[in-house]
């Protein structure tokens, strides 16, 4: 099983930016879709962003136009680019590799979690 490691949250102000990243450990990272998944205290777990093994990207309609999602194979990282960052975005950031090629909003297609990053934005 893969292993995902998130790193880059923390507390910032409305309007601000972050750089959220996910490092996989082993091989075939580039065979795979990932991820973005939150929640915040309270909710249930959201689809954030997803890109294909390919690199085309899905965006959820909350984050569209503020979040970018991206991936660099030879790095075996994923990243979140954060801009415009707004209170309601305060949650825990997932990173997941999916099952398959191109991922999907639903939880029963992703293959492996991170243990999660906090992302706190302050009014």
């Known amino acids: 099983q893969v292993q995902l490691v998130e790193s880059g949250g923390g507390l910032v102000q409305a309007g601000g930016s972050l750089r959220l990243s996910c490092v996989a450990s082993g091989r075939a990272f580039s065979d795979y879709a990932m991820g973005w998944f939150r929640q915040a205290p309270g909710k249930e777990r959201e689809f954030v962003a997803r890109?294909?093994?390919?690199?085309?990207?899905w965006h959820a309609d909350s984050v569209k136009g503020r979040f970018t999602i991206s991936r660099d194979n030879t790095k075996n990282t994923m990243y979140l680019q954060m801009d415009s960052l707004k209170p309601e975005d305060t949650s825990v950031y997932y990173c997941?590799?999916?099952?398959?090629?191109?991922?999907?909003?639903?939880?029963?297609?992703?293959?492996?979690w991170g243990q999660g990053t906090q992302v706190t934005v302050s009014s």
């Open positions: 997941v590799r999916f099952k398959g090629q191109y991922g999907s909003r639903a939880y029963g297609d992703v293959d492996s």
């Open positions: 890109i294909t093994w390919s690199g085309t990207t």
